[in-house]
């Protein structure tokens, strides 16, 4: 599907801290980013994450919006009536094809996966529902991002982080405080989730950039 109407987005490096030959070197394919609170940036992060995926590997990327928020990826990049995440998920009867909610947007150099258009009612994400549709986008692409809610947010974040190779935290600067991304990281791992690292959003400097890289 051709999101080339679509607004752009613009990609911004949302932190210092270059995650992406990390991940290239463990080779892990199917990466969650989470934040201990919402307005840590998770989205921003995603979009960054995907786009240097996409620049530094020789397979294809595709980025999943998996969030609930109502100013998610799918939100921004207008992508409400398309198919996607949900619709995969939980449709009733038969579901639809992936190559039908896939959307490419002219503006991005990877792949998209709306969050979706069906509405859940009581349905709730499973390990048995997530596992079988996450195998097929691993099996698809060579990385797959996904873009989640924070942890105290949605239950849906613990059964994600669950299935992914790995999970990445985005800390706010100066906003999310230390004792609440602790507990985030301990509740994590007590699920059973695998943390790869964490990436350090809206960095404020007090002194020149450069001076901080030769301290």
């Not at 990609?11 to 070197?25: F, G, M, Q, R």
């Not at 009612?121 to 499973?126: D, I, P, Q, W």
């Not at 613990?158 to 706010?172: A, E, Y």
Request: net charge neutral; aromatic share 6%; proline share 4%.
């Amino acid at each position: 599907m051709d999101g080339s109407t679509n607004k752009a987005l613009s990609i911004a490096n949302p932190s210092e801290s270059n995650l992406t030959s990390t991940v290239l070197d463990q080779d892990l394919r199917i990466l969650f980013l989470t934040a201990a609170n919402p307005g840590a940036g998770t989205t921003t992060s995603a979009l960054a994450m995907a786009s240097q995926l996409a620049q530094m590997s020789s397979g294809q990327v595709l980025l999943v919006d998996a969030s609930q928020s109502a100013t998610n990826l799918t939100a921004q990049l207008n992508l409400q009536k398309e198919r996607g995440f949900r619709d995969l998920l939980f449709s009733t009867g038969t579901p639809p094809l992936l190559q039908d909610c896939v959307v490419q947007v002219s503006s991005l150099p990877f792949d998209v996966l709306p969050n979706g258009r069906h509405i859940r009612g009581n349905e709730h994400l499973t390990a048995e529902r997530l596992s079988p549709l996450l195998d097929q986008l691993g099996s698809r692409y060579r990385f797959v991002v996904i873009d989640g809610d924070a942890v105290y947010s949605a239950a849906d974040t613990l059964v994600i982080s669950t299935q992914v190779d790995g999970v990445i935290m985005v800390v706010r600067a100066e906003d999310t405080r230390w004792e609440v991304a602790q507990a985030a990281v301990q509740r994590l791992t007590q699920a059973g989730a695998k943390l790869v690292g964490s990436v350090f959003n809206r960095r404020k400097y007090y002194m020149p950039k450069w001076l901080y890289k030769n301290l």
